[in-house]
């Protein structure tokens, strides 16, 4: 038997760990290859790729942002070839598993749950006396009449094969991100995620784990994600693995956790600023609500204040990057409330906070409740909300303005003194600064058009000259340090019309070369003859000196490394300059 297990990423850059465990379970009795693609790739392709290699079976993961082009895959595929043995498995087949037998008839097998067992069951019948009846987590039809078979009981992971060591995997690592898995199952009962239905959490063996690591870094692997629920659930395993990777990290390689930011103790966080190098661990951590009465509706128990600590602990370790995740549409959880989760949460000034809404994923405790909080939702994966009871579609358009412009000027980091001055001195919050520019931007219709950094700056600057009593000398001599300050190259032509005549900036650079040491020491010690000055500097007048903190006119002059490392900014008050000439 040809056997294929495949699925359709979300990225390029994403790898499957589902797949590669199918493919070491079933070995040595069955050779199983790995087919990769993405939801962007033209449908045609992945049929034509997979029909090529003349496959008896192909094994599709199945997950809500791929469900529905992996169904025309297949629906393609079964026409051209009656013959191929169609099977499902993963998250979105394993809840309304009727619904799905009836919505996919080319589909012959649905594989239930935790799938490595039951999948090489499977492949021994179809290869044998096709004797489906006594797979436990199997699903089929037998005489128009769809058989669903209970899961049996759970495997031991410290005895799984290591879905890592492929030769054909081997060119790819350093190029994409490769997912680890250390343990299964999630302790807390969330209503709206799918790792509450397992109790329990059960570990792989440890030291298979670090020798997969091991592994995956000596042969070029540079981005690992941990893909635990909660990987710091135990303090002492959680300790045991951070001192691993710092002792055993090659350079250029980084780990990222989801973890739970409000059991995470105070000594940890204190070893890791202590012992961790800067740029080795990312964290990713869900807060999703600070609403209290909404926690408790979805069985999330957080304590919001220890939380805070968490992440202002780590912020102020220096080490670690943060990405907090938001999710709009819970229940009990207006507008208004949820302003105020995201001011709360964006007041932690994480690297990255992800604004999501809600999707009633199948299996959920809140999908099934759904009508008691008056939930409409998209009938297709991947389910997100349409609006509730206290949350109107009209509410969740706005949001998702916020989020649109929220990616663009706070987790791109594309002008970060900028953007602390308006949310902090501005606007009243946060939350009312990128609403009121999320709503600007979506009438000027920019969500439908794509932008250069220039747009971006440019875009900001005309929103700031439509609003009332705003600082705009000083927010747009911010955005300059901001846009300067991103390039590694000397750019052509910077978004705004130079303050500064040509008379100026000769009389500028003239004095500049004279006494270079009006811009420091460290500039000084460029010793920047005239032709680098003008090949690699740009001059601009400014309202505020940042390095001071003070406003006050001075010349900003930034300097763009040969080498492409970006650029250095150097400020020179007027007032220093008038006295040095005179």
């Known amino acids: ?74 629906s393609i595929l079964k026409k051209i070839k009656p013959e191929l ?24 097998f649905i594989v239930i749950g935790e799938g490595e067992a039951t999948f ?8 044998g006396e096709k004797n489906y009846t006594a797979i436990p987590g199997l699903a089929y039809r037998k005489a128009e009449k769809n058989i669903i078979q209970p899961q049996a009981s759970k495997l031991d992971l410290r005895e799984l094969p290591s879905p890592f060591r492929f030769e054909e995997d081997l060119p790819h690592l350093a190029k994409r991100v490769v997912y680890v898995e250390t343990s299964r199952g999630c302790p807390f009962s969330c209503q709206f995620c799918l790792s509450s239905i397992e109790v329990g959490v059960r570990y792989f063996d440890r030291e298979k784990i670090k020798d997969d690591i091991r592994y995956l870094m000596s042969h070029g692997a540079k981005t690992l994600k941990f893909v635990d629920r909660t990987f710091n659930i135990s303090r002492s395993y959680a300790l045991e693995m951070f001192q691993f990777l710092i002792d055993e990290h090659l350079p250029g390689t980084v780990f990222q956790f989801e973890i739970t930011g409000d059991i995470m103790r105070p000594e940890v966080i204190e070893f890791l600023n202590q012992n961790a190098p800067k740029g080795l661990f990312r964290f990713e951590i869900g807060v999703q609500s600070t609403n209290d009465p909404t926690n408790e509706l ?3 128990k957080q304590n919001w204040e220890k939380l805070k600590r968490t992440v202002n602990m780590v912020r102020d370790g220096r080490k670690i990057d943060q990405h907090l995740d938001l999710i709009a549409g819970l229940p009990e959880e207006d507008y208004n409330t949820f302003k105020k989760t995201f001011n709360d949460v964006f007041a932690l000034r994480p690297e990255e906070l992800q604004l999501g809404f809600l999707k009633m994923l199948r299996g959920t405790g809140l999908r099934l409740s759904a009508e008691r909080h008056g939930y409409i939702f998209m009938d297709q994966s991947p389910y997100e909300i349409l609006g509730n009871n206290i949350l109107s579609f009209d509410d969740i358009v706005r949001i998702k303005q916020v989020e649109d412009v929220l990616e663009k000027y706070w987790n791109d ?5 900028t953007i602390e001055y308006l949310v ?45 009593n705003i600082d705009l000398d000083i927010i747009e001599s911010l955005m300059k340090y901001d846009y300067l300050s991103s390039h590694k190259y000397k750019p052509r032509k910077p978004w705004w019309e130079t303050s500064l005549s040509k008379e100026d900036r000769s009389l500028i650079y003239k004095e500049i070369l004279n006494n270079p040491g009006l811009l420091g020491q460290e500039f000084e010690q460029l010793s920047l003859s005239e032709k680098d000055l003008h ?15 003070t406003e006050a006119p001075t010349i900003l002059v930034a300097y763009f490394q040969p080498s ?12 220093g300059m008038k006295e040095s000439v005179s």
């Open 120 to 127: 090489k069951n499977l492949l021994h019948q179809l290869h």
């Open 85 to 108: 043995i169609i099977i499902l498995g993963g998250p979105e087949v394993t809840y309304d598993t009727n619904e799905w037998l009836a919505r996919i008839p080319e589909v012959d």
């Open 1 to 74: 038997m040809n056997i294929i297990c495949t699925t359709l990423n979300a990225k390029y850059i994403h790898t499957s760990l589902s797949i590669r465990y199918l493919k070491a379970y079933a070995a040595p009795d069955f050779n199983v290859d790995i087919c990769e693609y993405t939801i962007k790739d033209p449908t045609i392709n992945i049929v034509s790729d997979l029909y090529n290699k003349n496959p008896d079976i192909i094994g599709f993961s199945c997950y809500i942002w791929n469900i529905e082009e992996t169904i025309k895959v297949i």
């Open 413 to 417: 980091h594309r002008m970060d003194h």
């Open 298 to 300: 979805v069985m999330r």
């Open 535 to 549: 090949k690699h500097t740009m001059l601009e007048k400014v309202s505020f000196n940042l390095d001071r903190g």
């Open 424 to 468: 902090s001195k501005a606007f009243p919050s946060p939350f009312d600064f990128f609403q009121e520019f999320g709503e600007f931007w979506e009438n000027k219709g920019w969500s439908r058009i794509g932008h250069q950094l220039e747009d971006l700056f440019k875009r900001l600057n005309e929103f700031l000259h439509s609003k009332q």
């Open 564 to 575: 492409g490392e970006g650029a250095k900014l150097f400020t020179l008050s007027e007032s």
